[in-house]
């Protein structure tokens, strides 16, 4: 639709230019949000790994030390937990498994789809981000389309998808049709409790003064730069988060193991 339009206006030189700055958009977006997702989860993996070779195969191998000695709760209860790591393996880990594959299952389907799109937008932390994304892809593409000379109503049509949030889509579906019957951009904008006011400021003065594809343009660099700096708090804050939570771990079990060594069992319970 758009490279028709720019067809028509004789101007398809200038919209192939904005369709290339526009995915190049979209490009750097995703990147940001793929990379501040993929850093903890790594971090997460590598703790739990870690946690794995010490109680499948490192308190093993120094369990025989306390065969013959009384060791304290938390000790106890390491070396359970390491037994059973060592010899119940072929249950656990189908298990594991098969719970791992039901839930990537589960979490492709539309049904889980559509509630976990709803429950984003009621988190708190999560929310704002969520928010921040999509709008800035809804406006970009906005921009995009308008100043390839589509209408507003057409560009509306077309947009919606990139939302990636069934909620928000009916919000933007129902001030798409509400314009079609009459009523103005800025008017159903402040009518709907989930669009940001600064959005629905900007967006009417862009009405008013004949601009809305340059404002569009200005409120998606605005969340587009919201979007970098809250993934970048969100990657700060989780590293150290994550290497305590690893430090507690591997802690936990190194003390369970020198404790009864050091024969001060009692400072445990």
Known sequence: ???????????????????????????????????????????????LLMVIMLLGFVVPSLEAMFEDREVNTLTA???????????????????????????????????????????????PGIRGLVMQAALARYCRTMAT???????????MDITGGVLKNATLEAVFDRIRQHIVDGSSLSRELSKQPLIPQMMTRMLAVGEETGSSAAM????????????????GRVTALAQP???????LLVGTVLLAVLLPLLDISGFAG
Request: zero cysteines.
């Open 241 to 247: 988060v994550i290497l305590v939570f690893m430090g």
């Open 145 to 155: 389309l308008l100043e390839g000379g589509l209408t507003l109503v057409e560009a």
């Open 77 to 123: 209860a390491v070396l359970g937990l390491s037994r059973f790591l060592s010899n119940y393996w072929f249950v656990y880990i189908p298990m594991l498994a098969l719970i791992g594959g039901g839930a990537y299952y589960q979490m492709r389907t539309p049904r889980f789809r559509l509630w976990w799109q709803a429950q984003s937008l009621r988190i």
């Open 1 to 47: 639709s758009m490279v028709a339009a720019g067809e028509a206006a004789g101007a398809l030189e200038i919209v192939l230019e904005r369709l290339h700055q526009y995915l190049q958009k979209q490009q750097q977006l995703k990147s940001q949000i793929s990379t501040a997702m993929i850093y903890p989860a790594v971090l997460a993996s590598f703790s």
């Open 216 to 231: 569009f343009g200005r409120v998606a660099d605005i969340y587009e730069q919201d979007v970098e700096k809250n993934l």
